[in-house]
T-cell receptor, first 114, second 116 residues
Framework: AQSVSQHNHHVILSEAASLELGCNYS??????LFWYVQYPGQHLQLLLK??????LVKGIKGFEAEFIKSKFSFNLRKPSVQWSDTAEYFC????????????FGTGTRLKVLA | NAGVMQNPRHLVRRRGQEARLRCSPMKGHSHVYWYRQLPEEGLKFMVY????????ESGMPKERFSAEFPKEGPSILRIQQVVRGDSAAYFCASSPVPRGQKAEAFFGQGTRLTVV
């Protein structure tokens, strides 16, 4: 069965600090990987996605993620966070066999201090 | 271009009543997913539907919960005889392509169910 682990549940950073949020997944085959962001009171929005090709993926708002197949990881990074990045971040995986559902991690709440 | 539409946004039900949550996918999307979100628990997969078909309901509680996605009209998540533990945010997502192809899910604003 697919599963996703996000080890950092709460992260507090000052503006301009660098961000890295961990995501590890469990799945035996090829996967599609996603990071979503949920701003307070809003719905989930896609930050970036990986299907194949270059394992370093660029997303919106200066975010990027790197797929490391050997580590089953898809960590999210941003060199310099802003107060407006305060939100909850979800990593998700979709296996490429079976029923193709999206499985989400428990999320990481990021608070950026101005 | 309307996104995924969920209604109502907020729903209050007394214990024992029925809750009906509606989801209209994005235009052209024929795949719908329902998720439940509880604080500190992330998004829990409930059910994956295609028009007139349940593809995967492995995350649905065995009793009181059902879902449908008819040929015409929105997808409905139905919770019978609600209990306090059903209080949560329920999110619907839709996807545009057949199973196995590369696409992200697009999410609605969610329905916050409160059982009193």
């Amino acid at each position: 069965a697919q599963s996703v682990s996000q080890h950092n549940h709460h992260v507090i950073l000052s503006e301009a600090a660098s961000l890295e949020l961990g995501c590890n997944y469990s799945y035996g085959g090829t996967v599609n990987l996603f990071w979503y962001v949920q701003y307070p009171g809003q719905h989930l929005q896609l930050l970036l996605k990986y299907f194949s090709g270059d394992p370093l993926v660029k997303g919106i708002k200066g975010f990027e993620a790197e797929f490391i197949k050997s580590k089953f990881s898809f960590n999210l990074r941003k060199p310099s966070v802003q107060w407006s990045d305060t939100a909850e971040y979800f990593c998700a995986v979709m296996g490429t066999s079976g029923t193709y559902k999206y499985i989400f991690g428990t999320g990481t709440r990021l608070k950026v201090l101005a | 271009n309307a996104g995924v539409m969920q209604n109502p946004r907020h729903l209050v039900r007394r214990r024992g009543q029925e809750a009906r949550l509606r989801c209209s996918p994005m235009k052209g999307h024929s795949h719908v997913y329902w998720y439940r979100q509880l604080p500190e628990e992330g998004l829990k997969f409930m059910v994956y539907l295609q028009k007139e078909n349940i593809i995967d309901e492995s995350g649905m509680p065995k009793e009181r919960f059902s879902a449908e996605f008819p040929k015409e009209g929105p997808s409905i998540l139905r919770i019978q005889q609600v209990v306090r533990g059903d209080s949560a945010a329920y999110f619907c997502a839709s996807s545009p392509v057949p199973r196995g192809q590369k696409a992200e899910a697009f999410f609605g604003q969610g329905t916050r169910l409160t059982v009193v």
